[in-house]
């Protein structure tokens, strides 16, 4: 297996917090990252030595972005598939193309992760609205009806108690390739986030108690507790099988419910993932170095944990306002990704305790 030398060229499809803190990871192991984004507003690319501002799209502008990096990687899943296959075979491209195809559809993601025994949500496919009826009676109500691509932090979802108004669901929920779902019932929610390298070689960090407001995470924390405990080995296996199949390089997470008769899997995140940024400190090394290390044929970095407990919250919209004082309590370590707008919902920063 190469390992690519210091000094190279990394790229990083996606201009957001995610790329920002990967870039961060790469400089610190003497890598230069080149972001690429179609907002021009990037903090990514504040921390990066060079920025491609254009559309994903532009099958050029991604061929000439290629020619100026040694591997590429990227920092979130809805990127057109079409462009990065037309430059697979000329550049490093890790993870690959295949696990965007198979996360970009909820309805392929479900039927991928069942052909390992992933249990899942009862689920069926709604491409028009005449079959919703049909798909409704087949998930059973309540259900939850979402959006078959680019969803995310509960974007395109909307919850369905009863099927007397079958139009105006649709129109709510979209009116465009669906997915209805049964409802989960769980007790908590955790995430599997692992590492594997080009050389097939995977190392875990201990999966966090997850909790969600709004369909955003809010908190993640450790000791998750017994019963998240006792389904991650479980949980792992699954997640490692996907990994293997997809020969995916890099971070990868599986999400899951934690429930009565074991883990269902929810969704997959062929990336850095925001249950992860408690890493950055609370472990001996981050869910970003070690996509750098992976991405990059260095071997893979310890991830015990370098506390027993800890708490990371993120900081949501005008929560950030005042955020010096979060530096008072504990062993407290603040994150903020430099955007400029408070926006509802939008992720400000975050920020991770570690109790001793």
Not at 86 to 114: H, M, N, Y
Not at 263 to 279: I, L, Q, Y
């Amino acid at each position: 297996m190469s390992t690519l030398s210091p000094g190279s060229t990394i790229g990083i499809l996606g201009g957001g917090q995610l790329g920002r803190m990967l870039a961060i990871s790469a400089a610190q192991l003497g890598y230069r990252c080149h972001i690429f984004a179609p907002e021009e507003d990037s903090v990514a690319a504040e921390v990066a030595a060079e920025f491609t501002c254009a559309s994903f799209d532009s099958i050029n502008e991604v061929s000439n972005f290629a020619t100026q990096c040694e591997v590429i990687t990227y920092e979130f899943e809805n990127i057109p598939v079409a462009p990065l296959k037309r430059i697979a075979d000329k550049i490093l491209l890790r993870p690959g193309t295949r696990v965007l195809e198979v996360a970009q559809s909820r309805l392929e993601e479900k039927r991928f992760v069942g052909e390992y025994g992933g249990k899942t949500a009862k689920f069926a496919d709604v491409p028009v609205e005449i079959a919703l009826g049909e798909a409704l009676m087949a998930v059973g109500l309540p259900a939850i009806l979402k959006t078959n691509r680019m969803g995310y932090d509960g974007k395109g979802q909307v919850r369905v108690t009863h099927d007397n108004d079958l139009a105006g669901i649709w129109r709510r929920a979209g009116g465009d390739q669906l997915i209805a779902e049964s409802v989960v019932e769980f007790d908590a929610e955790f995430s599997v986030i692992l590492v594997r390298g080009a050389d097939g070689e995977i190392r875990y960090w201990e999966s966090t108690r997850n909790v969600h407001e709004d369909g955003i995470l809010a908190r993640s924390s450790l000791p998750a507790g017994p019963l998240i405990e006792s389904q991650q080995a479980e949980a792992r296996r699954l997640s490692a099988q996907i990994a293997d199949a997809l020969g995916y390089v890099g971070v990868f997470t599986c999400e899951f419910f934690a429930t009565a008769s074991g883990p269902v899997f929810n969704e997959m995140a062929p990336r850095v993932h925001n249950s992860g940024h408690w890493t950055i400190e609370g472990s001996v090394t981050s869910q970003f170095e070690n996509h750098i290390r992976a991405i990059c044929g260095l071997p893979l970095g310890d991830t015990g944990l370098t506390s027993e407990r800890m708490e990371m919250d993120n900081i949501i919209g005008d929560k950030g306002a005042g955020a010096a004082k979060m530096l008072t309590a504990g062993d407290a370590h603040l994150h903020l990704y430099g955007k400029g707008e408070a926006r509802d919902g939008r992720k400000m920063g975050h920020l991770t305790r570690l109790y001793r």
